[in-house]
């Protein structure tokens, strides 16, 4: 079943597929829309985590390859920030204060208080150590009752090159369409 006391968006799929089939949400944490979650043994997730939608979680393959084990726990500790459309794949854990990117696989554990992304996903770099920069370390959400952290600053892409007809932009627009024959 389901404990703790996490918030749930509408259209979450919780799949215990099994009968001793455990999934347990830690308080403040956020599950959002489309997120799915297989279990065919423990699917754990921490406290003040955030995933965002499209989501999957899975500690099973649903079928089984000669030599191997076809279910594995997946433990995702506290403070975690999983990106829209990542896989969390069986057996892994990610560690406490850790970032997976949008779009990654995780077919691998991951430790605490790093940012990883990619497919597979693999460590990008570090989150600072605490103390390191003068500020509190970054997180996947502030301590309860504080403002959300200040980002660090963006640099916007430079716009793409205008080629072809339906390039839309702020100098071209797309063509009209030819008349219609009478």
Do not use: F, M
């Amino acid at each position: 079943g389901l404990d703790g006391s996490g918030r749930l968006q509408q259209c979450i799929g919780l799949y215990p597929c099994a009968n001793n089939a455990t999934i347990s949400v830690g308080d403040v944490t956020y599950l959002n829309r489309l997120t799915e979650i297989t279990c065919k043994d423990s699917v754990t997730i921490g406290e003040r985590c955030a995933l965002s939608w499209d989501v999957l979680i899975t500690d099973t393959d649903y079928h089984q390859l000669a030599g191997s084990k076809n279910v594995a726990p997946v433990t995702i500790g506290d403070h975690v920030w999983i990106g829209a459309k990542a896989v969390i794949l069986k057996g892994v854990t990610i560690g406490d204060n850790s970032i997976i990117a949008a779009g990654s696989v995780v077919s691998r554990s991951i430790p605490a208080d790093v940012v990883a992304g990619g497919v597979p996903a693999d460590v990008i770099r570090p989150l600072a150590p605490q103390g390191t920069t003068g500020q509190q370390p970054e997180t996947a959400l502030p301590p309860s009752g504080s403002q959300t952290p200040e980002l660090p600053p963006h640099r916007p892409r430079p716009p793409p090159a205008a080629t072809g007809p339906h390039t839309t932009s702020a100098t071209r627009t797309r063509p009209d369409p030819p008349p219609r024959p009478a």
